[in-house]
């Protein structure tokens, strides 16, 4: 990860100036984690997700022989979410695993001592919004934007059964924003969506199905006996 540093020992001050940054670099000038910050965040992170997806490991992740492929993608990026294209996409319809395998990403890279938020997306698009009522927007927006690492489950759950024409255009908005600073800046991020890029709309779309930027992989449900 850019910028980490092994902890100097009892003294260290948990944060340090990178000085190898491009200065449109969105970490340049800001104070960057040590490794032992990195942990207590990590820890932070595991706090706050929720025991569900806390037991969704790769060790309870019961693979049918069709979904390997998806799993060894799965591991690969939990080695090393640095290593590649910053955007990884797991797609397909309900109950296929696609969340478990995202927070058996998480919960190995929280393990290691990396802080990585884990947000649906709905809950996501709630809180920016209460951003607004205290005047935290914006600062609300940076952190999701400039996280280390980030899990965006659920894409597509927002929208709105009354097909609300502006909330539902606020929200596409928020969530390119999202995606697209973190591209630009390569920070890895996860995404799980039970909808074709063609069904998302069109900036999103691109975005997910660009193999200069990522990765798509299908998941398909475990087939009944």
């Known amino acids: 990860p850019v910028g980490v540093l092994d902890c100097p020992g009892d003294h260290c001050p948990g944060f340090y100036r990178a000085g190898n940054l491009p200065p449109d670099h969105p970490w340049f000038g800001r104070p960057v984690p040590c490794s032992c910050a990195l942990r207590r965040q990590a820890q932070q992170c595991a706090r706050l997700l929720p025991v569900e997806l806390r037991r969704m490991t790769f060790a309870t992740f019961q693979a049918a022989p069709h979904q390997g492929e998806a799993l060894k993608f799965a591991q690969a990026c939990a080695a090393d979410p640095w290593q590649g294209p910053p ?45 607004y009522a205290d005047n935290t927007y914006h600062q609300r927006l940076l952190a999701v934007q400039q996280a280390q690492l980030l899990v965006l489950d659920d894409l597509g759950a927002e929208h709105t059964p009354a097909g609300e024409p502006y909330a539902v255009a606020w929200a596409h908005d928020k969530l390119f924003q999202i995606i697209d600073y973190r591209l630009l800046y390569q920070l890895p991020t996860i995404v799980t969506t039970n909808c074709l890029p063609d069904m998302l709309p069109p900036r999103l779309g691109r975005r997910l199905s660009d193999a200069r930027h990522g990765m798509v992989v299908p998941l398909k449900p475990a087939r009944k006996a």
């Open 87 to 131: 955007l990884f996409t797991l797609i397909g319809p309900n109950r296929a695993g696609k969340t478990h395998l995202a927070a058996a990403i998480t919960n190995a890279l929280l393990e290691r001592g990396e802080p990585i938020w884990f947000m649906g997306v709905p809950a996501l698009l709630d809180d920016l919004r209460n951003g």
